[in-house]
């Protein structure tokens, strides 16, 4: 019986693989965000592992693997989002929180709540959504989230500059001050 030392092939997948374990919890937390729901943030990690998985041998060495990770996420999502073509449906849901939370409350010193950010999130368009998620929760650069989402710099920072605006028309009147206050709390261009 002989020892045999495993081929290079296979000591690359193996390692990947942990790798792509060692990621998982980062993958959730986009993906909760993402869909607000832990079910369908679950499910759509699992979809996305297993795509990964089957396509390993894509993976280009030397590239961010959770960049590549994070783009199979997104991807997947894109996928499940415009199969129940939801996007004039949240656009309205939008709206129409926007009109109810005319309350008077439009102080800049109001304490958002965890909840309340999760839900103006969840009520952006998709493509805002994971732009502003991943440079500001995820704490990529401009440039790394253009890679993953695969459009250019300018489109990344122009949806997370609209992303911020509609946050702040959500949460306040004083749209100015409240971008200003959302720019240094939800990240800065890169």
């Not at 919890?25 to 979809?47: I, K, S, W, Y």
């Not at 005319?102 to 304490?111: A, L, N, Q, V």
Request: proline letters at 4%; charged letters at 30%.
């Amino acid at each position: 019986m002989s020892w045999q030392r495993p081929k290079p092939e296979t000591r690359r997948r193996t390692l990947l693989q942990e790798q792509i374990v060692a990621l998982l919890p980062r993958l959730r937390r986009f993906a909760r965000n993402l869909t607000g729901e832990a079910d369908n943030a679950d499910d759509l990690v699992q979809m996305a592992c297993e795509r990964s998985l089957e396509r390993l041998d894509q993976y280009r060495d030397g590239t961010r693997l959770d960049s590549w990770l994070y783009r199979i996420v997104y991807t997947q999502w894109i996928d499940r989002t415009r199969r129940r073509q939801r996007r004039s449906a949240q656009a309205e849901t939008f709206r129409n929180l926007q009109e109810m939370s005319g309350t008077g409350e439009s102080s800049p010193r109001r304490i958002v709540s965890f909840m309340d950010i999760k839900n103006a999130l969840g009520h952006l368009p998709e493509e805002n959504k994971a732009a502003i998620l991943l440079v500001a929760v995820e704490g990529h650069t401009y440039a790394e989230a253009a890679s993953v989402l695969e459009v250019p710099v300018g489109t990344v920072a122009s949806r997370v500059a609209r992303a911020r605006n509609m946050l702040a028309e959500h949460f306040c009147e004083d749209k100015p001050r409240m971008v200003k206050i959302h720019q240094g709390a939800l990240g800065r261009e890169r």
